[in-house]
């Protein structure tokens, strides 16, 4: 039995290991969808046709329940997906409702009006088309009320990464991160609001300086999902584990491995 983890590239390998480590006894199939990555610079109906597929893909193998790990996916495809009609008894759930849970202390069930939370002034790094889609900053007002966001595009950082030009990809952190400041000079919290930006979760920290608290999606998105399988345990669905991927599956799994330094294998989807 598998649930679906799905992201444009190799950034969801950050929820992906959170969630194997949060739930052992859980199967998962990972698809990464390397040949058409980076989605962030993308237009929203790209993005909405890919992951579409994608999704569609990983539900025909077996996954009754489907994560999308890419927040540009979450961004941009996830509620039209839903309002189009997702097959009975399937499932796909996007990334940014923990973040939030996270940052507003309320529970995604929580229906009473938005009201005011302790953070502030919160800062949003993401890819464009992410940043483009105002997509966080309007579930974020579903809840919570008075609370400045500054979002700033990390144009770079996700070539970067699956480049694996860690070096490249730190300096792009702190020119990103100064850009951000000079808008927000003294954020209280910040999300990185990309699966692949928690590999360079110590960078943007240190740029942050220690007083700025750095919300990183990985953990959380585990938290939520054990807890979302013991209200549903029948969305564990069947089908292969496992790794699969639109590129190149021995390019793929070397950096695959080289990121969680431990022997990753890719098959071609």
Known sequence: ????????????????????????????????????APYGVRNAEDIYNLTRNAVQD???????????????????ALRRMQEEGVPQGKRVLGVFVPLIEA??????????????????????????????????QREL?????????????????????????????EALVRSHVDALKRKMPNPQAAILGCTHYPLMAEAFQAALGPDVQVFSQGDLVAESLSDYLQRHPDMLGGGEAGYLTTGNPQKVSDRATQFLRRQITFKAA
């Open 1 to 36: 039995m598998a649930v679906g983890i799905f992201d444009s590239g190799l950034g969801g390998l950050t929820v992906l290991n959170a969630a194997q480590t949060r739930l052992p006894e859980v199967d998962f199939l990972y698809y990464a969808d390397s040949a058409h």
């Open 58 to 76: 990983l539900w025909s193998r077996g996954c009754d329940l489907v994560i999308l790990a890419c927040n540009t996916a979450s961004a941009a």
């Open 103 to 136: 940052l507003t202390e309320r529970q995604w069930g929580d229906n009473s009006p938005p009201r005011e939370v302790a953070v502030k002034h919160v800062a949003l790094f993401a890819t464009p088309a992410t940043v483009a889609s105002r997509a966080f």
């Open 141 to 169: 007002a579903f809840r919570a009320i008075g609370v400045d966001v500054e979002a700033q595009a990390c144009g770079g950082v996700v070539d970067a990464i699956e480049d694996g030009d860690m070096i490249l990809a």
